[in-house]
């Protein structure tokens, strides 16, 4: 097939055409030399060059100058902007299957997990800053022009992006753009994709998710990506296995690979699955260049099979404070007296030390009667966050109604 050169795309830096770049069609952007100093380019430059991923744009050779202009090579899509998929659905070729829009969402995902395991804020995340590849449904976040690198609350380029997917906290101007405006303008735009519709940005809450998403096996992930008070917002180690389950759901096809290690709020036990399932592993570990197209890190998910509670088997908990776990004590008498009953209570008990314990390992303080305790951490190795861990309990008249604890690992 043979493609015309022209213009693609013209923006405020710029124009971006489609050019022959060594043998290989490709996204030739240029910028006037006046419109963007060095320090900015060679950021911009920075950016692509870390952000190697499937599911982002790639940088095809050196920046340079000519005529006047910054000269930037990039991968060519053979396919729409996002926008043109949701809105302009005449003009389409993407059929919105459940199993393509799971692709769809899965893959932009995928790619906002690596920019932010790299500390890279997109800042300018919407429709038509994603690509969508004809015949392999391949999600490409592209334009990583006004991309920074936000590392312990410092900023390597000015806050900058649109208004339309703009968090609450940046349109207020009480925070800079940061990892978690860019996990809200992400929920906004899968809300989009799922509803067919255009969102009023101030509507955008969960309560507004519900109504446009209704029992779409998204909602809920998306609901707690567009949390108004980023402090309760997820991030996207949060929500990623959410968001492949739900794909994994929609279609037969397994659900896209990955590194994050989940463990459920279920309490401590044996895990059986459900009847009429064969349990699975839920990690299997392939070799990073599989011929069976393994993941480039070498990883590969497998569903993950139900568990009921009525099946698990409890396991002696480990020994626990006698001042931390007071309340979690079965009552004196409750075997000798209640016999089956009193065993299962016995059970029952010490089942939510198990978890009262699990919950409490590696937290700062000890668990409120009521409240929410987040905690995250990450490990550096030669200026990259090779390590991030997030752990989450909420608590309720002493009883724990929500806890993750949630690893990502990019060596």
């Known amino acids: 097939m043979a493609y015309s050169t022209g213009t693609l795309a013209q923006g405020c830096f710029g124009k971006v055409y ?23 380019l060679e950021r911009e430059c920075e950016v692509y060059n870390k ?23 990039l991968e060519f899509i ?20 459940p199993a393509n829009r799971g692709k769809i969402i899965v893959g932009m995902c995928e790619g906002l997990l690596h920019l932010h395991s790299k500390d890279i804020v997109h800042q300018d995340l ?22 920074k690198f936000f590392r312990r609350g410092l900023n390597s380029a000015m806050d900058m992006g649109n208004e339309a997917y ?47 998403m209704h029992d779409q096996p998204y909602c809920q992930a998306v609901c707690r990506m567009v949390e108004s ?6 991030s996207m180690v949060g929500v990623i296995v959410d968001l492949r389950s739900a794909a994994g759901s929609q279609s037969h096809l397994t659900p896209p690979q990955g590194q994050i290690r989940n463990r459920s709020a279920s309490p401590p036990g044996r895990r059986a699955a459900s009847p009429g399932r064969r349990a699975v ?52 008498g409750g075997l000798g007296m209640g016999g089956i009953g009193g065993r299962m209570d016995l059970t029952r008990d010490m089942m939510k030390m198990g978890l009262y314990q699990e919950a409490n390992r590696d937290l700062p303080c000890q668990l409120p009667a009521t409240g929410r305790v987040m905690v995250r951490r990450f490990e550096e190795k030669n200026g990259e966050v090779e390590k991030w861990a997030q752990k989450e309990v909420v608590m309720r008249d002493g009883k724990i109604i929500k806890y993750k604890d949630v690893t990502f690992n990019s060596s």
């Open 281 to 332: 592993p839920p990690f299997q570990n392939r070799p990073a260049h599989s011929p069976k197209g393994g993941s480039p890190l070498g990883w590969e998910r497998t569903p993950r099979p139900d568990i009921k509670l009525a099946h698990q088997r409890p396991r002696q908990p480990r020994s626990l404070s006698p001042l931390r776990n007071q309340a979690l004590v079965p009552k004196a």
């Open 18 to 40: 489609r050019e022959k770049y060594n043998d290989t069609w490709a996204a030739i952007k240029k910028v006037p030399q006046h419109l963007i100093d060095r320090k900015d």
């Open 166 to 212: 703009s968090a609450p906290e940046v349109l207020r101007r009480r925070s800079q753009r940061d990892q978690r405006s860019d996990v809200w303008a992400m929920g906004k735009i899968i809300a989009e994709l799922c509803a067919r519709m255009r969102l009023h940005t101030p509507s955008v809450c969960p309560a507004k998710v519900r109504e446009v």
């Open 229 to 234: 008070n980023p402090t309760l917002r997820s």
């Open 51 to 73: 952000a190697n991923h499937p599911n982002i744009v790639k940088l095809l050779g050196n920046i340079n100058l000519k005529d006047g202009k910054w000269i930037i090579p």
């Open 78 to 97: 053979f396919g729409e902007d996002l926008e043109t998929t949701i809105f302009k659905s005449a003009k389409s070729k993407i059929q919105l299957t």
């Open 126 to 147: 919407k429709p038509e800053n994603i690509m969508v590849e004809h015949n392999t449904n391949r999600a490409v976040i592209i334009d990583l022009g006004l991309a």
